[in-house]
């Protein structure tokens, strides 16, 4: 290239000030809103544990955990979800929860449950759905499910709301001058790009699986550079990779075989490369839809041209789906939301979710926070109160509902019955 004009070199100087921005502003959000993990008093403690006062009392002496650590700063009792899950662990198998909810196990005919949340149309509430999901079967189900989230959206919104909880999994990264925290852990997209060939797949793979502040709740991040995955096929191929690019996820998942019960694939509103690759490993599919006529109207001419790409993968070996739901989104209960829910309903019967996931500026404020509303009690925040406790209510009924779907599922396997 020869000389660049001074156009060209004030839009070199604007894209790199840009990114300078993004950087700080990145990491002032790293600085001033880092992620605490979810926190109890003793009467939420006692609410979640369903146990009486002097069991809790017993457990936190017994297994060396002080809930008044904090007694000098004014917070008179404070136990982690962690140290609950530990407490919970070691409570008499006579306490109420403990007769309620026996440890699950899945038997060898039950399968991981691999759910991809998508809808083309953006802004539909794919990564809240996801998320709500994940945080909800890991919290509020006593039984100890292992879930992984996957996310497979190179804006990396999911994987914002889970950063590393352990220092190597961060780095140092320099731009003009100026030191920067980063994201140093193996994204989904670098998992794309091996050839599960290898004999060291598997072993990258599980190395992958990222902790976050939920015990049971792991993911495999996205990073920025997983955008360049549309050219992964054509490039993998160049290298001499002889792998089926609509497969590649698949491949990754079944190195994790027998590692989880259940994983929710968060995807990006495009039907390319990742997309492609989360249909094809899914074992059921969940599609949010917001209940006025644009969403719909683009969703319904979605599903025209899905259902060519569906087919191709059953010829390519697809197994089909457990289950494929639609799930209304930002639902404020208006008469022409109405109106169109059951127009919906009216078209597609019970692939429509009953349960609509409600507008709540309370999940809104908790997203702002990268957290869903389960990873807070209402004593962590008093100005979301009310608020959030009905965002919880209801966020419960939708998990509720999909938990249903996939216990059904694990019966009809126990049972060797076909969907």
Request: negative net charge; glycine residues 6%.
């Amino acid at each position: 290239m020869g000389t660049m004009t001074e156009k060209q070199l004030k839009t070199l100087e604007l894209v790199d000030e840009l990114g300078d921005g993004g950087a700080k502003f990145l990491e002032l959000r790293r600085e001033t809103n880092e992620k605490q993990p979810r926190s109890f008093t003793q009467a939420e403690a006692l609410k979640y544990l369903e146990c009486s006062q002097k069991v809790l009392t017993d457990l936190t002496k017994a297994l060396g955990i002080d809930p008044k650590r904090y007694a000098e700063v004014g917070i008179q009792y404070y136990l982690t979800l962690e140290e609950l899950y530990l407490i919970r662990d070691n409570m008499p198998n006579t306490t109420v929860l403990k007769k309620r909810h026996k440890p699950f196990q899945r038997t060898a005919k039950q399968k991981t449950q691999i759910i991809a949340v998508q809808n083309q149309k953006g802004g539909v509430s794919k990564t809240s759905l996801a998320n709500a999901i994940a945080t909800g079967l890991s919290i509020n189900y006593h039984v100890g499910y292992k879930i992984c989230l996957i996310d497979m959206d190179g804006q990396s919104t999911l994987t914002s709301f889970y950063p590393p909880v352990h220092k190597h999994e961060t780095k140092h990264i320099e731009r003009n001058g100026a030191k920067y925290i980063s994201d140093a852990r193996t994204s989904i997209g670098d998992l794309m790009a091996l050839d599960p060939n290898t004999d060291t797949f598997q072993e990258e793979v599980r190395n992958a699986v990222s902790d976050t502040l939920i015990p049971n709740l792991k993911i495999i991040p996205a990073s920025q550079s997983d955008r360049d995955s549309e050219s992964l096929s054509a490039s993998n191929q160049l290298a001499g990779q002889n792998v089926d690019p609509t497969t590649r996820l698949k491949n990754i998942l079944d190195a994790l075989d027998g590692e989880f019960d259940i994983i929710l694939i968060d995807t990006p509103p495009s039907l390319g490369f990742a997309t492609l690759n989360s249909y094809f490993a899914a074992t059921s599919v969940l599609i949010p839809c917001k209940a006025e006529h644009n969403d719909t109207d683009a969703t319904c001419a979605y599903f025209q041209y899905l259902d060519s790409i569906i087919g191709n993968f059953i010829a390519k070996g697809h197994q089909g789906y457990d289950f494929a739901k639609i799930v209304i989104s930002n639902w404020k209960g208006s008469d022409s939301e109405l109106d169109i829910f059951n127009a919906l309903v009216s078209q597609f019967g019970d692939a429509v979710l009953s349960t609509k996931m409600k507008h709540s500026e309370a999940v809104k404020r908790c997203a702002s926070e990268h957290s869903s509303v389960f990873e807070f009690s209402r004593s962590m925040d008093s100005k979301k109160g009310k608020a959030l406790e009905a965002a919880q209510a209801n966020c419960k009924e939708v998990v509720a509902d999909i938990h249903k779907l996939i216990t059904d599922v694990w019966k009809q396997q126990d049972k060797g019955e076909e969907q």
